[in-house]
């Protein structure tokens, strides 16, 4: 039966109000595509995932999952869907070109996770909130599209004034 289940190739299980931890044999599922465990009430670490080089969905979400997110899930590279939101993880979230790809709504309701995902900065192992405030950018950007929207309208005033204003002469 232990081989049945190594070629399952979708696991959705989500909203079973299922309880406990994670089973690490999930690990074992090398040719998983598709894994949504969401809204259940399932607690402790998520287990390493590594060997689920093929996974492209994991849904996380809604549960009570503590500890840090496992460094692994940063170099499954299949991986285009990620929802962790709503847990209790801590920690910095892995940083790599993958994970970066993922917006805050991955991360979302996790007090203690922190990194570049979730605006808050990670120090010494702590969160850190982080004001984004750049003036200096903002102050940019307004020029830049100040001066954008004169040199159009400049332009496009001076097109108009050539093409009405001078007589175009017919050849006899």
């Known amino acids: 039966m ?19 931890s994670i089973p690490a044999a999930i690990g074992d599922l090398v040719q998983l595509n598709v894994l949504n465990m969401s809204h259940n009430s399932l607690t402790g670490p998520i287990p390493n995932l590594g060997n689920l080089t093929q996974l492209e969905a994991l849904d996380l979400s809604s549960n009570g999952l503590s500890g840090e997110i496992p460094r692994e899930l940063a170099s499954l590279n299949f991986l285009t869907t990620l929802d962790l939101s709503h847990n209790k993880l801590v920690g910095s979230i892995p940083e790599s070109p993958h994970f970066m790809t993922f917006s805050n709504s ?5 007090s203690g996770l922190c990194g570049p995902q ?8 702590t969160t ?6 750049h003036p200096k950018k903002n102050y940019v950007d307004v020029m830049l599209f100040l001066f954008s929207g004169i ?3 400049v ?12 007589p175009i ?4």
């Open 2 to 20: 232990e081989t049945v289940f190594r070629f399952l190739w979708f696991l959705d299980v989500s909203n079973n109000d299922f309880q406990g």
């Open 106 to 110: 991955s991360f979302l309701g996790n």
């Open 118 to 125: 979730l605006s808050k900065e990670c120090i010494n192992g």
């Open 128 to 133: 850190q909130n982080v004001v984004s405030y």
């Open 151 to 153: 040199g159009f309208g």
């Open 155 to 166: 332009g496009f005033a001076i097109a108009i004034l050539v093409a009405w204003g001078i």
């Open 169 to 172: 002469k017919k050849r006899s």
